[in-house]
């Protein structure tokens, strides 16, 4: 069943008379409602087209957390073949947030690391909403040393509100974890390629994203903070988050612009949730191209090149 988000009453209307028209139909054979079915069919299209046409900085925040909108798991069952998943910190735990190991892209053997919020109501407990601790970061690190000890190319596929702010993580080092991250990220002679799939939250997506390249699904979000967790900060209001998305310039447009991301990958028209095997396949060629570019490098370039871009970052956007 398709979930609506609540700018997008006006085409659940239309699509929810057109599918009760068709279960009429099914019931009565004898009634024939082709043409008044198609005809919602076409004002439910025009309706999609026109509320996408220029989705606000809030609800593209909105489509980004969809609940139906593809996942890293979704993404790994889809791209990747031979996955072999690796687990734990070999310090504290497994984080089931955090979900990476070994694979294969093209037949070529990479390092697949990303975070994974679930899809339902238990699954979305087990896994915390995507929300890493400590262990998870540090699981990250130690894939990403293998990767580079085994000279296999890095792929993240960020989609996290933020780390985990809970007492625990705190008390086992939160910080320090995602500090240790992003600079790993920063570190290994290998290709690192990031893709930030749903909501790129804080430093919790910064400690996956600090690649050589960075691609942002369109209706994706990049910030250091959620619009409600800035409003609540700014004006004492959470409810003022729409303005807070409007300042904060995290939509994939604007981070391109400021050079914060090298690519965005086009969405199927309503969003990732509409269409997932399309979007997944999109990914997928951008993740190609993304490799395409960073063949034939040696480590040493890649490092320095991935530094210098952290380096650079925002002075396009401050020059224009």
């Given at each position: 069943m398709t979930q609506y988000l609540d700018f997008e009453k006006p085409l659940a209307?239309?699509?929810?008379?057109?599918?009760?028209?068709?279960a009429l139909a099914r019931k009565n054979e004898d009634m024939d409602i082709t043409s008044e079915a198609a005809a919602l069919d076409v004002k439910a299209a025009?309706?999609?087209?026109?509320?996408?046409?220029?989705l606000t900085p809030w609800r593209?925040?909105?489509?980004?957390?969809?609940?139906?909108?593809?996942?890293?798991?979704?993404?790994?069952e889809a791209l990747f073949t031979e996955y072999t998943p690796l687990a734990g910190d070999r310090s504290f735990a497994d984080d089931l947030a955090v979900m990476g190991g070994l694979a294969r892209f093209n037949d070529t053997p990479v390092m697949v690391i990303g975070h994974e919020k679930g899809h339902d109501t238990k699954s979305r407990i087990e896994h915390n909403f995507g929300m890493a601790r400590p262990e998870g970061y540090?699981?990250?690190?130690?894939?990403?040393?293998?990767?580079?000890?085994?000279?296999?190319?890095?792929?993240?596929?960020?989609?996290?509100?933020?780390?985990?702010?809970?007492?625990?993580?705190?008390?086992?080092?939160?910080?320090?974890?995602?500090?240790?991250?992003?600079?790993?990220?920063?570190?290994?002679?290998?290709?690192?390629?990031?893709?930030?799939?749903g909501e790129?939250?804080?430093?919790?997506?910064?400690?996956?994203?600090?690649?050589?390249?960075?691609?942002?699904l369109e209706h994706?979000?990049?910030?250091?903070?959620?619009?409600?967790?800035?409003?609540?900060?700014?004006?004492?209001?959470?409810?003022?988050?729409?303005?807070?998305?409007?300042?904060?310039?995290?939509?994939?447009?604007?981070?391109r612009k400021l050079g914060?991301?090298?690519?965005?990958?086009?969405?199927?028209?309503?969003?990732?949730?509409?269409d997932p095997h399309a979007t997944i396949e999109a990914v997928r060629l951008s993740i190609v191209a993304m490799l395409?570019?960073?063949?034939?490098?040696?480590?040493?370039?890649?490092?320095?090149?991935?530094r210098q871009k952290y380096l650079d970052m925002g002075n396009k956007g401050l020059a224009a």
């Open positions: 209307e239309i699509e929810g008379k057109a599918e009760e028209l068709r025009k309706i999609l087209d026109d509320l996408y046409a220029s593209k925040c909105q489509v980004a957390r969809h609940p139906n909108r593809p996942h890293c798991k979704d993404y790994i540090r699981k990250a690190v130690r894939l990403m040393e293998l990767a580079g000890k085994f000279g296999l190319p890095v792929i993240t596929l960020v989609d996290t509100p933020g780390a985990y702010p809970g007492k625990g993580a705190e008390e086992r080092g939160q910080s320090e974890a995602i500090a240790r991250s992003t600079e790993k990220c920063l570190q290994i002679g290998v290709p690192l390629i990031s893709v930030i799939i790129g939250g804080s430093g919790g997506a910064v400690a996956f994203a600090t690649a050589n390249r960075v691609a942002m994706s979000v990049y910030s250091v903070i959620t619009p409600e967790g800035c409003a609540s900060i700014l004006w004492k209001d959470s409810e003022k988050m729409r303005e807070a998305a409007e300042a904060m310039r995290l939509t994939a447009d604007d981070l914060v991301t090298d690519r965005i990958i086009l969405e199927p028209k309503g969003g990732a949730h509409r395409a570019e960073l063949e034939g490098k040696d480590g040493a370039t890649l490092v320095h090149d991935r």
